[in-house]
């Protein structure tokens, strides 16, 4: 399988942000974006998908933090189609079930071509810390348009906002691994009946 690593910068008048990834990595990450939570959210998906995650951003946090959120979103799912590459002989689908303590979460991915987010979490609380937890589904959006997947998001159980979004996002992490994984019985082959995705 190539090298599926990649870099992208993505610049606009409202953030500067540059990502660099390999998915064949062991989870070391450094992540700068200026929005604490939303990097220790980052970190889990590193961490907990084995992809070695640089992420930095630059992004107008003396209004709020949505840009700088939705854009990481965007520029984190480029790269993601840039290191997949044409997805010969990848899984194509993952999911993982994470717990912490009280909270569960599940998320499903397919690498389709076909952007597609099912976002199901009513968090207990509007904000995290300082955080909004509304612009975790601006994230998700702007990944999953860039990245041209499908993803199913759904906090199944949780009593504590920042248990249920650390549990999404380290489930993120295991079914991009999972999805993303090489499939030594596809080979050099595209998996879809179409034969492109």
Do not use: C, W
């Amino acid at each position: 399988m190539m090298n599926r690593s990649a870099e992208v910068q993505r610049d606009t008048l409202e953030t500067r942000v540059k990502v660099r990834l390999d998915l064949d990595g062991t989870g070391e990450s450094r992540i700068r974006i200026g929005v604490p939570f939303m990097e220790h959210m980052l970190d889990q998906v590193a961490r907990h998908g084995l992809i070695d995650l640089d992420i930095e951003a630059d992004g107008d946090t003396h209004i709020d933090d949505h840009h700088t959120v939705e854009d990481v979103g965007i520029t984190l799912g480029q790269a993601l189609a840039q290191a997949l590459g044409d997805k010969k002989g990848i899984r194509r689908y993952g999911h993982a079930y994470v717990p912490l303590d009280e909270a569960l979460s599940r998320v499903v991915v397919d690498f389709s071509g076909r952007p597609g987010l099912q976002f199901h979490v009513d968090f207990v609380r509007a904000r995290i810390g300082q955080f909004d937890v509304d612009l975790f589904q601006e994230f998700f959006q702007g990944l999953v348009n860039h990245a041209a997947l499908t993803l199913h998001v759904d906090n199944l159980r949780g009593i504590n906002a920042h248990h249920q979004a650390e549990t999404v996002f380290k489930a993120l992490g295991r079914a991009l691994r999972m999805a993303a994984e090489a499939d030594p019985r596809q080979a050099d082959r595209i998996p879809s009946t179409k034969g492109a995705l």
